[in-house]
């Protein structure tokens, strides 16, 4: 019954979007497999507003704000900690991608190893670039010479991982440098993370999930101040991308990092208990039974070639369109 | 009211003898005139429906031959696409028949001899091509499910 009504909904906005029936049918398909920002119409006027291009390139100082005020922003949320930061040296990057990118440069000759479930990017990258990666579903499998990624709330769920601080501690106890990936941590709640653990070799976070604006790649990364790449390089000489320096501050200097969870949570949770789906920490994420299979990641799955994995995999389902349609949303809950 | 275009292609005169059509639908006549590259007019329809487009001016004088009877020249055209409520039938418009004095040629888009193009189909036109291709190609077992689903929004919408 619920899925009926997810279907039902979805042929709405969609076709409330001016598609046709054949886009429309594609369209479901895909509709509810998503990860992206929601649409937020106070946002996407201000971002209207954005700084103009050749003032953004001009201004010398504007990376060296945006990083000192993404700091103390992501400080201030008041549903979520991380307590520790100031013990790493942020630089901007190209969305958290650039600081994957940087993660595996800078470890070339660890066996990369992922959760199950983790962000597929990682696993497209190793296996076509022929490196050393597994999938692990316990910490106990990570050994000296191995590196890993970890998402916090964790990718295949928007949940917390369960075991942070051991898995933690067992990173520092046999030396593996772990990437914390955050880019959900603006759009959750409930997610208390503790730096504190010398296997923190990088923290990275993104706008893309939370305002909309994925493409101008806007990311921040945290390192060890005695770490260098060339990344860090290009921060340290001033040389870093300053148009998503620009939008990012000025999307930020209006919307505090909570802002997301603040507006739509109430919502959130109307829509997951009426689609009887669990609710998670992310707001935009929630786990839908069996039922759901065709509208998880698998088809994303299959487009990567790893068709062989989605079993494995939750049926993550993405309320992001839900949650931009609040009015029409709203009929649909009291129907 | 169904919204309906024809489109032709390869309109060949002779002289100044244009070719000229009768399209009816369900044995009313919707149009009268001369064949254009598009012709656009509305009917009511049916569940069921049968359209024809009557090759109505040609006579024998207008195909002429050389010595060796080879066709030199000719009044004739062809059906390009139908499009019936700004849905295009695509490869469904060869579900058709042509009838004319000597017989009936099935699939038969080319208006030579004077005849009738028929073609039968259904309204709501998009369910109609939603199953048949269904029943042609056993592919699509969620068509109607699918269709229901965008029916129902289609009229939630428009009833706002």
Redesign the interface.
Known sequence: MSLILA??IA??IL??QGLG?EE??QA?KSFYSKSRAINDGPVVDHLKKSPSVYNMMMDNSLISKFQNSFTSWIQKNKFNTCSGLELFEPDISQGSTQSFDSFFLRHPDKKHKFFLGEYLYHIVVKKNLGQKWSFILDHTELSKGDALILSVPFCDTGNAPKQLDQILTHCTEQKIPVLLDLSYYTISHGINIDLNFDCIDTVSFSLSKTFPVAYARIGMRYTRKESMDGQKLHSNINYDNRISAGIGLHVIEKFPSDYVVNKYLDLYHKVAAKLDLDASQTMIFADGTNDWSSYGRKELLTAYGLEDDSKFYKNRICLTELLENKQLIEEFLHD | MTRFEFYFKNINNIGAKIPQIEIRLNDSTIYTGQVKNQIVTEAMTMGQNKLEIAFVNKVNRDTIVNAHGDIVKDLNFELDRVVIDHRDIEHLIWDSHYRHAGGKIDGCLFFGPLGSFILEFETPV?KWMLKTNHEKNNNDPEWEE??N??T???N??HKK
């Open positions: 279907k039902k042929w709405h076709l409330s029936f429309c049918r479901v | 998009l699918d269709y689903y965008y129902e929004a289609w939630k919408i």
